[in-house]
C-alpha cells in the first residue's frame, strides 16, 4: 500500500513524518504543498485536511492529520524499528521531549502566528525576536532533559520519536538565528540525527518543490 503525504518543503510538522517514514523504511509519495501560495486554504486541500495544515497522511484513502497523531500510528502498525522505548517510564519521558517541541514551541511559531504577528504590526525584527525567544524557552528545557537522559540521540543510543521533532526543530531555530551555543547537548544529538540517512533525505533540500538549499 503506498503512503501519500502531504507536505510542504520546510514546514517542522511533515518534516517530522518524512523522518519516521524513513526510518521505519516505508516507500511514499509526497504532495507538495504551497504554504507561501496559501495552497493548503483552499477547498481542493481542505477536502483531505479541514484544518487547512500540513502534514496530512494518505494510507490507502483513509487521511490522517496531526503529526503527533501520525506518528504515533506509525509506531502502532509499523513497530520495527521501535521509535519508542519499551519501558512505560521511558516511553512517557520521549513522548515529554515531544511534548516541548510540538506543544510549547512549535505553535506559537508556525506560519499563522506569524502572519497574525504581521497584522498586529510586528515588523520582521519583531517576529524574530518572538520566535527565538519560544525556541530558546523550550530549548533550555530540552538541553535539561537530553542530559539526564540522552545518549547518541536525544533519549538512548537509537532514533526516537524525540529525534524525528528535534532535529526539524533545530532547524527552524537556524532560520530565525537562535544563538545554539547553550545548548550544546542537544545541538550534538541533533547533529548525530541529521547526519543519519534516515533523517538527511528527509531534510528539506530534498523536497521535490525546495525553494533553496541550506
Known amino acids: 500500500m503506498m503512503l501519500k503525504l502531504y507536505s510542504a518543503w520546510r514546514a517542522s510538522a511533515p518534516y517530522r513524518v518524512r523522518i519516521a517514514l524513513n526510518l521505519k523504511g516505508?516507500?511514499?509519495e509526497i504532495v507538495p504543498i504551497?504554504?507561501?501560495?496559501?495552497?493548503?486554504?483552499?477547498?481542493?486541500?481542505?477536502?483531505?485536511?479541514?484544518?487547512?495544515?500540513?502534514?496530512?497522511?494518505?494510507v490507502g484513502g483513509a487521511e490522517l492529520t496531526q503529526s503527533m497523531a501520525i506518528l504515533e500510528w506509525l509506531e502502532e502498525?509499523?513497530?520495527?524499528?521501535?521509535?519508542?522505548?519499551?519501558?512505560?517510564?521511558?516511553?512517557?519521558?520521549?513522548?515529554?521531549?515531544?511534548?516541548?517541541i510540538a506543544c510549547d514551541i512549535h505553535p506559537v511559531n508556525n506560519l499563522r502566528i506569524l502572519k497574525a504577528l504581521t497584522?498586529?504590526?510586528?515588523?520582521?525584527?519583531?517576529?524574530?525576536?518572538?520566535?527565538?525567544?519560544?525556541?530558546?524557552?523550550?530549548?533550555t528545557a530540552l538541553e535539561a532533559m537530553i542530559a539526564r537522559h540522552g545518549g547518541d540521540f536525544a533519549f538512548g543510543e537509537t532514533p526516537t520519536l524525540a529525534d524525528c521533532l528535534l532535529v526539524p526543530q533545530v532547524y527552524n531555530a537556524a532560520r530565525f538565528g537562535v544563538d545554539l551555543a547553550p545548548f550544546p547537548r542537544l545541538s550534538a544529538v541533533a547533529m548525530r540525527a541529521r547526519a543519519h540517512p534516515a533523517f538527511e533525505a528527509a531534510h528539506p533540500n530534498h523536497h521535490p518543490d525546495a525553494k533553496e538549499i541550506i
Open 26 to 28: 516505508l516507500p511514499f
Open 34 to 58: 504551497d504554504l507561501l501560495a496559501n495552497e493548503q486554504g483552499g477547498e481542493d486541500y481542505r477536502a483531505h485536511n479541514p484544518q487547512a495544515l500540513v502534514p496530512t497522511l494518505d
Open 77 to 100: 502498525t509499523h513497530p520495527e524499528p521501535a521509535l519508542l522505548p519499551g519501558d512505560a517510564l521511558a516511553r512517557a519521558r520521549v513522548r515529554a521531549m515531544c511534548g516541548v
Open 119 to 139: 497584522a498586529l504590526g510586528a515588523d520582521q525584527a519583531a517576529r524574530d525576536d518572538w520566535a527565538r525567544r519560544w525556541i530558546g524557552d523550550g530549548f
